[in-house]
């Protein structure tokens, strides 16, 4: 490397580190760099003399120092950079126009003529058969967004490399045909590559979308969907508010027995008017008792069904009690019949409701009866026991109060130690 190279090296350096604008995040010093080395490359591996080397490793270098004037124009700018550089050093004027030339033939719409153009033109476009192409073009791709010049999607920029090196770029020198080319027929395989397996996906989403859409068109409402769906909790919420009621009425009444049993009939020899009164009282304490029971009993089915029930669709397959003795082959059998049968499925869950409706509809009845029983039992007692009270006078009215003081005091502690 002679020493004007080596000051047009240290030059450039100086010149793209003070004045590259920063947007030009491609056309700078390690670009320069990469094309120097390729043009040193195909130099110490092709038959080129002196002068003709110290010009291409001089247009090498200076190729590109026009973008710190501007971008459109920058070859012309990178003349005029090269010669005043050249001048001031004392180079000839046969190296100096041998460089000048060597800059215009980088310009993409200028056919290279000269063994020199066509050694540079490959040098400066030797990135397309390296292993960093990747990494160089998406460089390229933000400079030219950032600049403004023109802003490419990753797939839009894909198509453009791919039309890139398989159409308008080709390599002019042996070397660069013989040790670029398969590198660069790498990469465009590897772009065709991604740009199919962009495609199939692409085509994939669309099949999704397009099943997607199918099946949201044959496919009920939202509004359906959503009927079942709040019908089916609210009635489940239902039957557990029944449920609940009834465990109160057991309780209470359970506890109201065993007071009496306790307390009231152990006073009734020596109070025997109390009798009815109490009577009363139990009596109606354990029909409420047994109304609570008779509405949370559950009903006792079948358990099983027969292929004619499916084919007729005549069973309901949501509900347990109609599949709980049946085979675990039979039912699966029977839940793929259900579920090939949009109709069948919707008429299962409409008897679902249906009959949820009639056990609610019996539990609610036979609550109500249970509750009107336990609160005339409550009025009637407390009635037969003033009058009984009323009809004897000469009862001892602490006898008559103690059950009642007791139960209150029991009451209390109850109430005190919970």
Request: some cysteine.
């Amino acid at each position: 490397m002679t020493e004007l190279v080596e000051k047009a090296e240290a030059f450039v350096f100086e010149l793209l580190k003070n004045e590259l604008p920063n947007t030009i995040v491609y056309h700078n010093h390690t670009h320069t760099k990469r094309v120097f080395k390729s043009t040193k490359e195909i130099i110490e591996n092709s038959e080129i003399n002196v002068n003709d080397a110290e010009i291409l490793l001089l247009s090498a270098l200076l190729h590109d120092t026009g973008y710190t004037k501007t971008r459109d124009g920058h070859e012309e700018e990178s003349v005029k950079i090269a010669e005043q550089f050249l001048k001031e050093e004392g180079a000839s004027q046969d190296l100096i126009n041998g460089v000048k030339d060597c800059i215009m033939a980088t310009k993409v719409d200028n056919e290279p003529k000269t063994q020199l153009d066509k050694i540079l033109r490959d040098a400066d476009a030797s990135h397309f058969g390296k292993k960093y192409f990747n990494e160089a073009s998406e460089f390229l791709r933000k400079e030219l967004e950032i600049n403004g010049i023109a802003k490419y999607s990753p797939n839009e920029w894909l198509d453009e490399n791919i039309i890139m090196l398989s159409k308008k770029h080709k390599y002019y020198t042996d070397y660069a045909l013989k040790n670029w080319q398969p590198r660069k027929e790498k990469n465009l395989a590897k772009l065709i590559k991604t740009k199919k397996k962009q495609r199939r996906k692409i085509k994939k989403e669309e099949i999704k979308a397009k099943y997607k859409a199918q099946y949201k068109n044959e496919s009920p409402e939202r509004g359906i969907q959503t009927f079942y769906r709040v019908a089916l909790r609210n009635h489940i919420k239902l039957s557990d508010i029944a449920d609940t009621k009834a465990n109160i009425l057991l309780s209470v009444n359970a506890i109201i027995i065993s007071v009496v049993l306790a307390n009231l009939i152990s006073k009734l020899d020596t109070n025997p008017y109390l009798t009815w009164p109490t009577v009363i009282f139990t009596v109606f304490s354990v029909i409420s008792m047994i109304m609570s029971i008779i509405a949370t009993r559950p009903n006792v089915t079948s358990g099983e069904f027969t292929k004619e029930d499916v084919a007729n669709k005549e069973v309901n397959l949501t509900f347990f009690g109609n599949f709980h003795k049946m085979d675990l082959k039979e039912y699966e059998w029977a839940i793929e019949e259900l579920l090939k049968d949009k109709d069948y499925v919707y008429k299962s869950l409409t008897k679902d409701l249906y009959f949820l409706g009639k056990v609610l509809e019996r539990k609610y009845r036979l609550l109500r009866i249970t509750y009107t029983v336990f609160m005339v039992g409550i009025i009637t007692s407390l009635i037969a026991f003033a009058i009984a009270v009323k009809n004897n006078p000469a009862a001892n009215i602490d006898d008559v109060l103690d059950p009642t003081t007791s139960i209150i005091t029991q009451n209390k502690t109850k109430i005190y130690y919970s």
